[in-house]
């Protein structure tokens, strides 16, 4: 059980409110079978359909993600995260859509909390939450003690910000928003590569409507850009385009490795 997860309970249904989840995935043919069986497992009724949108992929991820029950992949052959999104956009047939990372497995809660706060209040146009990260156990307890203070540290500022004004917080692997306030505001911004799309969208729907980051609606992510890249470089890049895109409305970093 993750720190923010919340009981089992009825799900809230509600059938006119269709869900199409949007799975962007760049070679993830390692990620991508978990990620579809933990929507598939804990899926509502008004799930209508799972689209794995193939970006640019030369591995095996559209072979794997096919074999799953009410999975659609589509191809988006320019490579670029927004365009995915974007593609996904386009292609749904839901009322919400959720967009999940090929490296993040949903709660058992998951479903439950996005009907319950999209179902409750219609003026939400967009919905967020934390990852629970799954590091691997350091042999340091230093390290384990001052890696949870640094999370700790950003999630007080993610959940101080998103309680103000500004509340423009989204994780780009684990959002819902309303397909027609996202066609409204005209989609994805294509020309984002990466850091700051997240909040661009956030900070657009923001706009239009009511924007929540709520703390049980959460996900389980892998660590590989945080292995890859650090700790601390990894977060002061994701803080510096946040700030960016609040004060300037666009990112500060222009490029982005990616993690495979």
Known sequence: MGPYQIPDTKYYIHTFMNISVIIPAYNEENYIGDCIRSVLKYAPENLAEIIVVNNASTDKTAEVASQFPKVRVVSEPQKGLTKARQRGLQEARGDILAYVDADNR???????????????????????????????????????????????????FVYTISGSRKGYVFHGGNFAARKQTLEAIGGFDTSIEFYGEDTNIARRLREAGDVRFVRDFWVSSSTRRFVSEGLVVTGV??????????????????SYKDIR
Do not use: C, H, M, Q
Request: proline share 7%.
């Open 106 to 156: 949903i709660d058992s809660g998951w479903f439950n909390v996005l009907n319950r706060e999209f179902g409750n209040n219609p003026r939400l146009v967009g919905l967020s939450g934390p990852y629970y990260y799954n590091f691997p156990e350091p042999k340091s307890r230093l390290v384990k003690v001052w890696r949870r203070s640094w999370l700790n540290l950003w999630y007080w």
């Open 237 to 254: 890049r994701y803080l510096a385009n946040y700030l960016s895109e609040i004060f300037l409305k666009k990112p500060v970093t222009k």
